[in-house]
């Protein structure tokens, strides 16, 4: 088994228990090759952490940004959660060099895949969660997520705001937004495009952008703000 102090040391906890973070990297292929040389494998405690680490996200989702609907959330949660961002999580960390794995998934790239990194972490957030606790879990969940929270809500938050600001409207005054194009300037290499919208004719908010699509967005984006600060037609 590998030495996990320095894992330990990059997740920022001390287990009291250091088999169970032991378990959560040990890869089912080598329990395959080698039946007698292992306790297990890590599939159970994966399991465990896919459910741990969507709580801690769902729970900061809804604390943190009371405006989202649940569509919205949803998608964060699945952009948070997904493989791709989990395997990037588990490489900032080195997860793969601590992984035990069979001389076949090892010869065939195994340590780099994102699939086995991707549970390999949900099974090391298990693997915390049962000796430390949520408390702690959440904070480590947290602060491995930092950077990829604020690209998801940023990216998150413009790519909807259109479709949350026509809701918003078609409840609140049954209307849809009208978008117009209010100024255009710059050479055609490096355009910047200027877009207010409305409702009723009545202009809610403008933005700008290298292209009309992001102005729009940055106009919707605009309008929700000002509606949610108590704007009434």
Do not use: C
Not at 27 to 55: C, K, M, T
Not at 89 to 109: H, P, T
Not at 182 to 203: L, N, Q, S
Request: proline share 3%; no cysteine; net charge neutral.
């Amino acid at each position: 088994m590998p030495d996990t102090a320095v894992l330990q040391e990059r997740l920022g906890v001390k287990f009291a228990d250091a088999a169970l973070l032991e378990l959560s990297l040990v890869h089912s292929s080598y329990v395959n090759e080698n039946p007698a040389a292992a306790a297990g494998h890590n599939e159970r405690l994966e399991f465990l952490g896919d459910a741990v680490l969507d709580f801690v996200v769902a729970g900061k989702l809804y604390g943190d940004y009371p405006d989202l609907s649940e569509g919205d959330m949803t998608r964060l949660r699945s952009a948070l959660v997904r493989r791709e961002t989990l395997a990037r999580l588990a490489r900032s960390i080195a997860l793969g060099d601590f992984l035990v794995m069979g001389k076949g998934e090892e010869a065939s790239g195994g340590r780099a895949k994102p699939a086995n990194l991707a549970s390999a972490l949900e099974a090391v957030i298990a693997a915390i969660y049962l000796d430390r606790g949520i408390t702690a879990t959440r904070k480590i969940i947290v602060r491995l997520l930092a950077a990829e929270w604020r690209e998801a809500v940023a990216a998150g938050t413009r790519s909807d705001a259109k479709s949350r600001l026509q809701e918003l409207t078609q409840a609140r005054f049954q209307l849809t937004p009208d978008y117009r194009l209010i100024d255009e300037t710059g050479p055609d290499h490096d355009k910047r495009f200027t877009v207010a919208v409305t409702v009723d004719g009545e202009v809610l908010g403008e933005g700008a952008g290298s292209s009309k699509k992001l102005a729009e967005k940055e106009a919707a984006r605009a309008a929700l703000e000002r509606l949610r600060g108590g704007f009434t037609k």
